[in-house]
């Protein structure tokens, strides 16, 4: 199985700073077809999780631009550009290169 | 628009099984596949498998093989996931989860929260 390691676990942030998520995998994620099967999702307090990123770098539908995703093979990181009040929650890295499906620990994310 | 909507919250008995459903909307249910997750209590997410609802197809999770059943009734636009044996620590959040299937979105069940108590 290929297991995706993220740092920091916990992240204090101050609203309007930069923030930046790392997530390493055991394994490239690269595919054959040149895309990273790296997603990111966020889980806000009570509920589901969201889709940020997929694909190491692609915005999901409706996805604010503040957030961006870059690496490729095994190296990955999030960044959100300028934190906001809403971006509280616990953030994962996912791998979809091969099943089983893998999660990150997750990076919890909150205000200072 | 598309939406998931899954079953009630369910409390189980040690040995006993459960069976949790996923009812889909605002797409052709057979298109993409169906994955589902568990969330035990304050921890992260693990993916337990996913159905194929065209066929019936499905690829588990080897920690859940022989424990769980994934099926899609394509009349009704449901997924089901039954896990069976049940013990204390399979308390947890199921969600189903449609598959992005090269599309910029992905789309999460409520969850249905699994107790296992005696």
């Known amino acids: 199985d290929i297991v995706m390691t993220q740092s920091p676990l916990s992240l204090p942030v101050t609203p309007g700073e930069p923030a930046s998520i790392s997530c390493r995998s055991s394994?490239?994620?690269?595919?054959?077809?040149?895309?990273?099967?790296l997603d990111w999702y966020l889980q806000k307090p009570g509920q589901s999780p969201q889709l940020l990123l997929y694909?190491?770098?692609n915005r999901a539908s409706g996805v604010p631009d503040r957030f961006s995703g870059s690496g490729s093979g095994t190296d990955f990181t999030l960044k959100i550009s300028k934190v906001e009040a809403e971006d509280v929650g616990v953030y994962y890295c996912?791998?979809?290169?091969?099943?089983?499906?893998?999660f990150g620990e997750g990076t919890k994310v909150e205000i200072k | 628009q598309v939406q998931l909507v899954q079953s009630g919250a369910e409390v189980k008995k040690p040995g006993a099984s459960v069976k949790v459903s996923c009812k889909a909307y605002?797409?052709?249910?057979?298109?993409?596949?169906m994955h589902w997750m568990r969330q035990a209590p304050g921890q992260g997410l693990e993916w337990v498998g996913w159905?194929?609802?065209?066929?019936?197809?499905?690829n588990y999770a080897q920690k859940f093989r022989g424990r769980v059943t994934m099926t899609g009734d394509t009349s009704i636009s449901t997924a089901y996931m039954e896990l069976s044996s049940l013990r204390s620590d399979d308390t947890a959040v199921f969600f189903c989860?449609?598959?992005?299937?090269?599309?910029?979105?992905?789309?999460w069940g409520q969850g249905t929260l699994v107790t296992v108590s005696s």
């Open positions: 989860v449609r598959d992005r299937g090269g599309h910029s979105s992905s789309y």
């Open positions: 605002g797409y052709t249910f057979t298109d993409y596949y």
């Open positions: 159905v194929n609802p065209k066929n019936g197809v499905t």
């Open positions: 394994q490239s994620l690269l595919h054959s077809n040149g895309d990273d099967f």
């Open positions: 694909l190491g770098s």
């Open positions: 996912m791998q979809g290169l091969q099943t089983p499906l893998t």
